[in-house]
């Protein structure tokens, strides 16, 4: 079965830095999107950052110039390496997969989706 184990969160100060990772088990082909989303207590789910099967990536705005999305070719593992991080980061960081063969269906679905169960990123003043 597919899933999507986080690590690499932890406790820093302000202006430190975290490299967040997302390994990738089971199915591993039509895979649409790797992405990150984080979500602070009180606050809904906000989409942090996404990399495309073609290795495009975009950045939600809080984050832009500070954090940086890759992918390991073969194992489709995703990293987030993030720079002067402030007490705002602090939040639960989630992987989030779109796409999955359906097997049933000989096709790629883009609508099936995983979800892993997020790291903690503390950052204190």
């Known amino acids: 079965a597919v899933e999507l184990v986080e690590s690499g969160g932890g406790s820093v100060q302000a202006g430190g830095s975290l490299r967040l990772y997302c390994a990738v088990s089971?199915?591993?082909?039509?895979?649409?999107?790797m992405s990150w989303y984080r979500q602070a207590p009180g606050k809904e789910r906000e989409f942090v950052s996404g990399i495309n099967s073609d290795g495009r990536t975009t950045y939600g705005d809080s984050v832009k110039g500070r954090f940086t999305i890759s992918q390991d070719t073969a194992d489709k593992s995703v990293s987030l390496q993030m720079y002067n991080l402030n007490p705002e980061d602090t939040a639960m960081y989630y992987c989030y997969r779109e796409g999955d063969y359906d097997y049933n269906r000989g096709r790629c679905e883009r609508d099936t989706k995983y979800w892993g169960q997020g790291t903690q990123v503390t950052v204190s003043s």
């Open positions: 089971g199915s591993k082909f039509c895979i649409y999107t």
